[in-house]
């Protein structure tokens, strides 16, 4: 038996994450409060004064990563008088000053996002996540979140030509290539660095939810069980949820104390699960 722990933390993640302790996290995954949102719940940060109320928790987040940890950034700008305000690419400007390498980003596309209309835009059905690392080499385990191979496979694959059997390179003279027959055999394959998650309805205990599979997918993507995942802007605890199911242990920080006595109801702060190591089958083809 293994013991999982999912700690929940009432107070300012910029002081408790000083009580954690240097490269002890492997996975920092959170979405903060978004410039003038939920200003009922968490006061609203002004847009040109969020850069300056960010930066000491990602200092304490630097601190308190592993040197092959990784931290993903859900966040998202808004528009003001008509335009979009710069104060995410500000952020990541300042961020790499910090000292954090800013490796990826991924769009998080919102398949059910919020309807309406204004006179000089399109609703917003995307989101990024933001991925930070300290070094260039950090754990990531990519066959954890591979998917099906998809349906267009079974038609192309069946003819190939020539030019399909080699390596095909762009006429472009880009560089690139491809060998179709390559994915003979194959049935899954790496995604993309778009993510298609639906938003969450129906949570009416927070103003701002993210889908569990949100984090779930950075979860498989960056830990292995037992590591530890910390979400410093717990809200209503979904990071420490996933994170307990997929045997990952979790800390959360959250401020508002009515979030962190709904996790604490919702969820033990320790439990045992069966601990197996993962044994390799040999596939034995059919007669």
């Known amino acids: 038996m293994k013991e999982i722990i999912a700690k929940i933390i009432q ?18 995954v959170t ?5 003038d949102r939920r200003e009922h719940t968490y006061g609203g940060i002004k847009p040109e004064k969020y850069v300056d109320w960010f930066l000491p928790i990602s200092e304490q987040l630097l601190r308190v990563l592993k040197p092959t940890g990784t931290f993903i950034l859900n966040i998202k700008e808004k528009a003001e008088n008509g335009e979009r305000h710069t104060y995410v690419i500000e952020l990541i400007l300042e961020l790499r000053r910090q000292g954090w390498l800013w490796t990826e980003e991924f769009i998080w596309h919102k398949k059910n996002c919020y309807p309406g209309k204004w006179p000089n835009r399109f609703r917003d ?6 991925q930070f690392n300290k070094t260039k080499k950090f754990k990531m385990y990519q066959e954890e979140v591979m998917i099906p191979v998809g349906e267009w496979a079974n038609g192309r694959l069946k003819n190939l030509s020539e030019t399909d059997k080699i390596r095909d390179n762009s006429r472009s003279g880009s560089g690139f290539g491809k060998n179709v027959s390559n994915w003979i055999n ?6 993309t660095n ?30 292995k069980e037992y590591d530890w995942v910390l979400d ?4 209503s605890g979904t990071t420490l949820k996933v994170a307990k199911l997929t045997h990952r242990n979790s800390i959360g920080i959250e401020i508002l104390p009515e979030y962190v006595e709904m996790t604490k109801k919702s969820q033990t702060e320790k439990e045992f699960v069966l601990f197996e190591p993962k044994a390799k089958y040999e596939s034995v083809k059919s007669k």
């Open 194 to 223: 778009v993510l298609y998650f639906a938003t969450v309805c129906n949570n009416k205990n927070h103003s701002a939810p993210f889908p569990e599979e949100l984090p779930e997918w950075f979860i498989k993507l960056f830990t």
């Open 31 to 35: 979405s903060p409060p978004y410039a």
């Open 125 to 130: 059905a995307w989101e990024r996540c933001l």
């Open 232 to 235: 410093p802007f717990a809200g």
């Open 186 to 191: 194959r049935d899954k394959v790496y995604p």
């Open 11 to 28: 107070g300012d993640c910029k002081d408790v994450l000083k009580t954690i302790g240097v490269n002890s996290i492997d996975l920092i």
